[in-house]
């Protein structure tokens, strides 16, 4: 299993300061001398917009290096909490509208480097897939974003781009007909949105256009996961297995790693349970290769999701070729099992 990391202290001492410093704000605010004496919401707007965000960078920037801008969100939070408590107070009405101003320029600051970081990683990354490009980056919040657009390109610009069949892949789109399902629920989401819009139109104009967007947005993925399997096959090279499935699922396995190589229809149960610890990488049909390993691996799902898993459970269009291109590297106690037999782990 993946393990969780703990908070850093320094990070825990700033929110326990924070929350107390935040609930003491709410208190005076709500307090006669917040109304009576004209000091006392300056001494909140300059708690919220300059204590806490140099409490931040005093406490968990300054020590671990990092840049001043990462202050940035906390100035952000600290403004609009002063907006919340001092709304209505004519001493801080200025202050306010200048201090908007300044979070908006460092906002727009710290995104403009976030950009080029990740500019600078997509560049320097020699992956040729773009959801690996993409989930390799540093930043998560950009991550998040980078796989969320990786959507539509693959759903409107992936129809234009062509990949040459290359050594070591393994389609499968051929022997499971996934195209004309996607397609078949293309046309169900089309005409059902094309209905259920009219009906909402009537109730509520916004509600309508709502559901319009969501509709679009699922043709959009379901032609970007058809794109997305015929332009992400898994590939077997000398050292590495890489079991991609679509939009859904990626993992990279080495060869070394691999103890057994099964055949099955299905997908392996435990005690009339569904196996946790086997990944499902077939894409619209049951598996037909089961892959287990000698130590956990982790398979990365939509928005970065993540997955310990000890076992893969595969489908490929041509499954005998890499049964037996795998088994070579399986101790023969752990060879290709008969074609249909599941074996059990």
Not at 8 to 23: G, S
Not at 200 to 216: E, G, N, Q
Request: aromatic share 8%; with cysteine.
């Amino acid at each position: 299993m993946t393990k969780t990391r703990s908070l850093d202290p320094r990070t825990a001492v700033f929110a326990a300061f924070a929350i107390t410093m935040l609930l003491v704000e709410w208190c005076v605010s709500r307090s006669a001398a917040f109304t009576r004496a004209a000091p006392v919401p300056l001494a909140v707007f300059v708690d919220c917009v300059l204590v806490l965000p140099l409490a931040f960078a005093l406490l968990v920037l300054r020590p671990a290096k990092r840049s001043l801008l990462q202050a940035v969100p906390v100035l952000a939070l600290g403004a609009l909490v002063a907006g919340w408590l001092l709304r209505g107070r004519s001493e801080t009405h200025v202050l306010m509208q200048v201090v908007g101003a300044v979070v908006e320029l460092a906002v727009l600051g710290l995104l403009v480097r976030r950009v080029r970081t990740a500019n600078r990683e997509l560049h320097a990354s020699t992956a040729d897939d773009l959801l690996l490009r993409v989930g390799a980056l540093t930043d998560p919040m950009l991550r998040v974003l980078g796989l969320e657009l990786a959507v539509f390109y693959y759903g409107l610009a992936g129809w234009r781009v062509r990949r040459d069949p290359r050594p070591g892949d393994f389609g499968y789109l051929e022997t499971t007909g996934v195209g004309g399902l996607l397609f078949a629920l293309g046309l169900v989401v089309a005409f059902e949105g094309f209905g259920v819009h009219f009906l909402l139109h009537a109730w509520s104009v916004r509600l309508a256009w709502v559901h319009a967007a969501l509709d679009v947005y699922a043709l959009v993925w379901l032609a970007a996961a058809f794109q997305a399997a015929r332009l992400r096959p898994v590939m077997l090279s000398s050292h590495t297995l890489l079991v991609r499935t679509s939009l859904l699922w990626t993992v990279s396995i080495p060869r070394a790693a691999i103890t057994g190589v099964t055949r099955i229809q299905e997908m392996p149960v435990v005690n009339g349970k569904r196996d946790t610890t086997v990944l499902r990488a077939a894409f619209g049909t049951s598996p037909s290769i089961l892959v287990t390993l000698a130590e956990p691996v982790v398979a990365y799902g939509l928005l970065g999701v993540k997955k310990s898993v000890r076992a893969i459970a595969l489908y490929v269009d041509d499954a005998d070729t890499l049964a037996k291109a795998l088994t070579p590297h399986v101790s023969d106690t752990q060879s290709l099992t008969h074609p249909g037999s599941v074996s059990t782990f």
